[in-house]
């Protein structure tokens, strides 16, 4: 079998999903879909959740199938580093601090990244969450060449919180 290695698949290629093991199934659900507000698709007793934006099926799937009462991975292993939520604005990401502030949910870190403004933190089983929205290409910095630029440089959570939605209803 021949392949060749340097032809780049094709550029509709996206991740699909991820899933999570998680030790408690209520307060991984409590964190995904009560703070950052994903909807519950399907849910399967106590042992798995599918959740998502916008009605797909699942852009996160969450079992105690392996992992019911366990402790999260020792620091200084391999595993998932993190996951990433694509928000579709600046001010969708606004709002995800927020409701993150409003949790009392605190921050690993907040970053500008040139292409990316990045929100991280950890969820009720230590994984890596990164909450992020993309700038558009044409703003992304470049060397002179055309190949990206991107830094990391601290992200203004006060300038960021002023591009928020206005909060409407209770859920905000």
């Given at each position: 079998?021949?392949?060749?290695?340097?032809?780049?698949?094709?550029?509709?290629?996206?991740?699909?999903?991820v899933h999570?093991?998680?030790?408690?199934?209520?307060?991984?659900?409590?964190?995904?879909?009560?703070?950052?507000?994903?909807?519950?698709?399907?849910?399967?007793?106590?042992?798995?959740?599918?959740?998502?934006?916008?009605?797909?099926?699942?852009?996160?799937?969450?079992?105690?199938?392996?992992?019911?009462?366990?402790?999260?991975?020792?620091?200084?292993?391999?595993?998932?580093?993190?996951?990433?939520?694509?928000?579709?604005?600046?001010?969708?990401?606004?709002?995800?601090?927020?409701?993150?502030?409003?949790?009392?949910?605190?921050?690993?870190?907040?970053?500008?990244?040139?292409?990316?403004?990045?929100?991280?933190?950890?969820?009720?089983?230590?994984?890596?969450?990164?909450?992020?929205?993309?700038?558009?290409?044409?703003?992304?910095?470049?060397?002179?060449?055309?190949?990206?630029?991107?830094?990391?440089?601290?992200?203004?959570?006060?300038?960021?919180?002023?591009?928020?939605?206005?909060?409407t209803g209770?859920?905000?």
């Amino acid at each position: 079998m021949s392949t060749n290695q340097n032809q780049p698949i094709h550029p509709d290629v996206r991740i699909g999903h991820v899933h999570l093991k998680v030790s408690n199934l209520d307060r991984a659900l409590a964190f995904y879909s009560g703070v950052l507000g994903l909807q519950v698709t399907q849910r399967m007793g106590n042992s798995a959740a599918f959740i998502s934006a916008g009605g797909y099926h699942h852009h996160i799937g969450l079992n105690t199938w392996e992992s019911l009462g366990a402790s999260p991975p020792p620091a200084r292993s391999t595993g998932l580093y993190h996951l990433a939520i694509l928000y579709p604005t600046r001010p969708q990401l606004a709002d995800a601090l927020r409701r993150l502030i409003k949790a009392g949910i605190s921050l690993d870190g907040a970053s500008d990244h040139g292409v990316s403004e990045a929100l991280y933190l950890r969820d009720p089983d230590n994984n890596g969450v990164e909450l992020y929205w993309d700038r558009p290409p044409d703003q992304w910095p470049r060397k002179p060449d055309g190949e990206l630029a991107m830094f990391t440089r601290e992200l203004d959570l006060d300038d960021l919180l002023s591009v928020a939605p206005p909060v409407t209803g209770t859920n905000g």
